[in-house]
């Protein structure tokens, strides 16, 4: 039994102008993956954060002399 997900009619994740290939899915070729590769490497996909929010300034145990564990 097949279903839809199976059958490659889904639009590339990428430009979503052509179906995803078998060889490259969920891209629709070699192109679209290697430019989706690029802007995860270029940091284009960022997840928001708070305003001023900096994940290395927050102090830690070790940074107030305490010794760890």
């Given at each position: 039994?097949?279903?839809?997900?199976?059958?490659?009619?889904?639009?590339?994740?990428?430009c979503?102008?052509?179906?995803?290939?078998?060889?490259?899915?969920?891209?629709?070729?070699?192109?679209?993956?290697?430019?989706?590769?690029?802007?995860?490497?270029?940091?284009?996909?960022?997840?928001?954060?708070?305003?001023?929010?900096?994940?290395?300034?927050?102090?830690?145990?070790?940074?107030?002399?305490e010794?760890?564990?």
């Amino acid at each position: 039994m097949s279903s839809k997900a199976d059958s490659g009619s889904r639009p590339c994740v990428y430009c979503r102008k052509q179906p995803a290939a078998a060889p490259f899915r969920p891209f629709c070729s070699e192109g679209c993956r290697s430019r989706d590769l690029n802007a995860w490497l270029s940091d284009a996909y960022v997840i928001p954060g708070k305003t001023g929010e900096d994940e290395l300034s927050d102090v830690s145990a070790l940074d107030n002399g305490e010794e760890a564990g």
